[in-house]
């Protein structure tokens, strides 16, 4: 059974506060939780600092107790300073009429940091330039949440479907 689940800042574990902003990470501990990483102490002591499972997951909590999750921590892009979401980026690309799939990673940027990069999958007969994706993204989001950068092509999956984000960020090594 799962014991607890808080949205806490992970290194103290201080719950963030409930203002539907404030974003933490979310740990959790119970009986239904690993034991930890085979043969791997070292992975397994930092999963568990603090005695509750790191999950990675970025979440915030509203007033009235609802979690809404924003992010995975290793995806999210810090560009100038600003944290940027890649899911909420990505959920902005998705509302164009000629994306079917679509990813955003960081992208190595001198100036910056770490800039987003959109890998874009179009769908079956619709064609779309770079210019008109960033228009796009430019006409929904911050200035510095825009990719600086649009790839076309099919995303990489694991055999259950799920994007590969780290074949994506590899791209740029």
């Not at 079917?100 to 330039?129: H, N, Y």
């Not at 200035?143 to 791209?171: C, D, H």
Request: hydrophobic share 40%; charged share 25%; net charge negative.
């Amino acid at each position: 059974m799962l014991e607890d689940l808080i949205v806490a800042d992970p290194e103290t574990l201080e719950p963030v506060p409930a203002d539907g902003q404030t974003m933490g990470e979310v740990p959790f501990r119970g009986n239904v939780v690993m034991k930890g990483y085979l043969r791997n102490p070292e992975t397994t002591a930092k999963a568990f600092a603090g005695g509750w499972f790191h999950s990675g997951d970025l979440a915030v909590v509203y007033p009235d107790g609802y979690i809404a999750l924003k992010d995975r921590s290793k995806d999210i892009i810090i560009s100038g300073g600003e944290n940027i979401s890649t899911i909420e980026v990505e959920n902005v690309l998705f509302r164009h009429p000629a994306v079917i799939d679509a990813a955003v990673v960081a992208k190595p940027d001198e100036k910056w940091g770490e800039t987003p990069c959109a890998f874009i999958t179009l769908r079956e007969g619709q064609s779309v330039t770079e210019g008109e994706i960033i228009a796009f993204a430019r006409d929904n989001l911050a200035r510095f949440k825009v990719p600086s950068q649009v790839i076309f092509g099919p995303l990489p999956k694991t055999s259950t479907g799920k994007t590969q984000k780290n074949v994506l960020r590899g791209r740029f090594k």
